[in-house]
C-alpha cells in the first residue's frame, strides 16, 4: 500500500522574486522521476519542521522535468521557502486536485480569464499551455486582470510575450501617476483605472467564451453579476482556494458543500457549486 | 452465567497477550481505558462517555521524520490489542473509519493489530435509532471480530473464528454483509442537504459555544490536521482536528471560511449527514449520544434532526 501521505524531495533549482512579496521556485525531483501534472492543479509544498501547505503549479504543465511555484511570504512556511536558494531542498506532496484535463475541448472555445490578488497564478500555467499548444490559433483568448497598483502586477516581465498571443488588460485600483501629465498631454496608460469590473463596460468582452476565474471569491460575485448574460454557469470555471491538511478528500478542512476543494477541485464549474447552493 | 462467559473470554484474550481497552471509571466518567480484569457488567451495558477511537487513532502520531537529507516513515509498533466491549454504535463507527482509512498505511498499520469485540445484553435487534436502520439482520451490517448477544456469541471475521476457538467457546458466524441504501440515512440527509435556511441553525448558533466537546466525543469523527514539527528532529504528525475551532478553516492571510457556531454546527451536521453518506453510504452519526451527553449547553443531537424532519413534512402539507 502506497503511503499517500509521504512527500517527495525536490531541490530548488532557481528562485527568483516575483511581484507581491512573491518567490517563484523553480524545483526538480531529487530521484529524478517526472513531475506531470494538468494546469490548474497544485500540491503540497514544505519544508521540513516548517510544515507544508497548498501551492499552486504556476509553470507550463509541458514540462515536467522542472515546475514552479510562485509563493506569496503571507505566514512563517511560505517566508521560509520564499528565503530558499539554488540547492536547497523541499518536500514536494502531488499533483493534487482536478485541473483543467483538457482545455482544448473547452466550450465555447474562446476563454476569457478573469485574475485578481494571488490567485492569478493559476493562469500562468493555462496561458503557456494555450501558448504553447497554440491554442491562440483558432480561438481568442482575452486575460483580464485587476490589481490594486503596478508593483502588485504578478508576472508583468512575461505578460510582454503572452500580449503576442492573447489580449491583456490590466485594471488597476491605483494607476501610476504619469509624469507628462502635468505638462499638457497625458501620456496614454497601459492601464484601465478602476476595478476588474470596470472593465465590463470599457471594452469589447469576448463572448461567447469559457470563463475561467482566479482570484478571491468576493472578486467572483462582482464578476458573475458584472458579466450577466456572457455568464454559462457550466462554461464557468472558478478556482477555490481553503485550508487543506491532507490533500486527498479525507481531513475535512477543504469542504465546501458536498465537495472537496482539493479533491474534487480546486476548479469547479459555477454550475457545480450552484446547484450544491454554495454561496461565493 | 453470563459473566462467567466472559471472564473465560477475557482471561483467554489476556493470556493471548491481547492489551485489553474498554471502559472504566475514571475522574467520574467511563473512559476507554486498559483493563486488567474484566469490566463490570453495569459499564458494560451503556454506551462510554469516551470513545474508543483515540486507542486506533491516536491524538498524535508521527507520519515521518526528515533526517540526513532523507525522508523516513514512522510507524507505531502497536502490539495486539482488542476493544472490548464495543457498543453497536462503536461498531457502526469502526466500520466507518475502516471505510475512509482504506488507503492509509497508518491507520491499517494500527487495525491490523486490532480484534474488535461486541457487546449487547438485549437482543441487538432490539435497539432503536432514528439514524439508520436496525434489524434482525443488524450483525450482519457492523464490523466485528468477536461479538458477544448476551450468551452467545458470534464470529465475523478469520480472527474471531480463530481465538473464539482457541479460548474453547461456541460460536456462530455471520458474514460482514453490508446494507446497500439505508433509507433512514438517505431520507435524514435529504432534509440537512437542504436545511440551509432552517431557523434551527439559527438556534443553535445562538446557544452553541463552539467548545468542541462533541467532536471529541464523537466516535465518528475523524478529521485531523498534519503538523510539523520544529526541534531536535524534524517531523511531521497527524493529530486530531476539531471543525468547531478557529484554525481549522484559516488561511495564510487571517481569512476564515466557518466564522461563527451556526456556520460551524451546520458545518459539522452537513458532515455527518450529507456528506458522509453521500461518500461513504454509511450514516455519520451512530446514534450513540456522546455529544449530546457532554453538550455543556444541552444541544441533541437526535432531537434536532427530528425538528428538520418534522419541519419537512409539515411544508409538504
Known amino acids: 500500500m502506497q503511503n499517500v501521505y509521504l512527500p517527495k524531495i525536490a531541490k530548488v533549482m532557481d528562485s527568483y522574486n516575483e511581484a507581491d512579496n512573491s518567490a517563484v521556485l523553480t524545483l526538480r525531483m531529487k530521484d529524478g522521476s517526472r513531475f506531470n501534472f494538468h494546469a490548474g492543479q497544485f500540491a503540497m509544498v514544505g519544508y521540513p519542521g516548517w510544515g507544508e501547505a497548498p501551492f499552486d503549479i504556476c509553470s507550463s504543465p509541458l514540462n515536467s522535468k522542472e515546475f514552479q511555484f510562485c509563493i506569496r511570504q503571507v505566514g512563517s512556511l511560505s517566508e521560509k521557502l520564499a528565503g530558499l536558494k539554488k540547492g536547497d531542498e523541499v518536500t514536494v506532496r502531488g499533483p493534487l486536485g482536478n485541473g483543467f484535463k483538457a482545455l482544448e475541448d473547452l466550450e465555447p472555445k474562446n476563454i476569457l480569464f478573469l485574475g485578481g490578488g494571488c490567485g492569478f497564478v493559476t493562469v500562468r500555467p493555462i496561458i503557456k499551455y494555450i501558448i504553447e499548444k497554440g491554442l491562440y490559433k483558432d480561438r481568442k483568448v482575452q486575460l483580464l486582470y485587476g490589481a490594486r497598483a503596478e508593483e502588485n502586477i504578478l508576472f508583468k516581465e512575461e505578460q510582454k510575450e503572452w500580449k503576442k498571443y492573447v489580449d491583456v488588460q490590466i485594471a488597476l485600483e491605483a494607476p501610476p501617476f504619469s509624469a507628462k501629465a502635468s505638462k499638457g498631454r497625458p501620456k496614454k496608460s497601459k492601464y484601465h483605472k478602476g476595478m476588474i469590473t470596470d472593465l465590463f463596460k470599457k471594452i469589447e468582452i469576448v463572448s461567447p467564451a469559457s470563463v475561467i476565474m482566479c482570484g478571491p471569491p468576493i472578486m467572483y460575485r462582482f464578476c458573475i453579476q458584472g458579466l450577466g448574460d456572457k455568464i454559462k454557469p457550466e462554461a464557468t470555471y472558478l478556482l477555490m482556494e481553503r485550508r487543506m491538511h491532507c490533500g486527498l478528500g479525507v481531513c475535512q478542512h477543504c469542504a465546501i458543500g458536498p465537495y472537496y476543494v482539493c479533491k474534487d477541485g480546486p476548479v469547479f464549474t459555477l454550475e457545480m457549486l450552484q446547484m450544491a447552493g454554495v454561496q461565493l | ?160 473464528e480463530k481465538i473464539l476457538k482457541k479460548c474453547g467457546l461456541k460460536y456462530k458466524k455471520i458474514d460482514y454483509n453490508p446494507r446497500k441504501e439505508d433509507k433512514k440515512v438517505l431520507a435524514i440527509k435529504k432534509v440537512v442537504e437542504t436545511s440551509k435556511d432552517s431557523k434551527l441553525w439559527e438556534e443553535l448558533g445562538k446557544i452553541c459555544l463552539a467548545c468542541g466537546k462533541c467532536t471529541i466525543a464523537c466516535p465518528t469523527c475523524f478529521c485531523f490536521d498534519i503538523e510539523s514539527v520544529l526541534g531536535p528532529e524534524k517531523k511531521a504528525e497527524r493529530c486530531s482536528g476539531n471543525c468547531f475551532y478557529d ?58 434532526i427530528v425538528k428538520l424532519l418534522k419541519e419537512v413534512k409539515n411544508k409538504k402539507r
Not at chain 2, 56 to 77: A, G, W
Not at chain 2, 130 to 136: A, G, K, N, V
Not at chain 2, 277 to 296: F, I, M, Q, S
Request: net charge neutral; with cysteine.
Open chain 2, 247 to 304: 484554525d481549522f478553516t484559516r488561511i495564510a492571510g487571517g481569512h476564515k471560511f466557518l466564522n461563527n457556531p451556526k456556520d460551524k454546527i451546520f458545518f459539522w451536521y452537513y458532515h455527518k449527514f450529507v456528506r458522509i453518506p453521500h461518500e461513504y453510504g454509511l450514516p455519520g452519526c451512530t446514534d450513540c449520544g456522546r455529544c449530546t451527553a457532554v453538550c455543556p449547553v444541552g444541544i441533541d443531537i437526535e432531537k434536532n
Open chain 2, 1 to 160: 452465567m453470563t459473566s462467567d462467559m466472559i471472564i473465560k473470554f477475557f482471561n483467554c484474550l489476556k493470556a493471548e497477550k491481547y492489551n485489553i481497552y474498554g471502559p472504566e471509571i475514571q475522574d467520574d466518567e467511563s473512559d476507554i481505558l486498559e483493563l486488567q480484569e474484566v469490566p463490570d457488567l453495569k459499564l458494560l451495558e451503556k454506551v462510554s462517555a469516551r470513545p474508543y477511537k483515540y486507542h486506533l487513532m491516536p491524538i498524535r502520531e508521527v507520519l515521518y521524520k526528515y533526517k540526513d537529507n532523507k525522508l523516513k516513515e514512522e510507524f507505531l509498533k502497536t502490539k495486539k490489542q482488542a476493544f472490548f466491549g464495543m457498543s453497536v454504535f462503536d461498531l457502526k463507527a469502526l466500520e466507518l473509519y475502516d471505510r475512509v482509512f482504506q488507503n492509509d498505511v497508518y491507520y491499517q498499520n494500527n487495525r491490523k493489530n486490532l480484534l474488535a469485540v461486541g457487546y449487547s445484553s438485549i437482543p441487538a435487534k432490539n435497539y432503536k435509532t432514528i439514524f439508520f436502520t436496525i434489524d434482525e439482520k443488524i450483525l450482519e451490517n457492523i464490523v466485528f471480530d468477536v461479538f458477544i448477544e448476551g450468551t452467545k456469541f458470534y464470529a465475523q471475521s478469520y480472527k474471531g
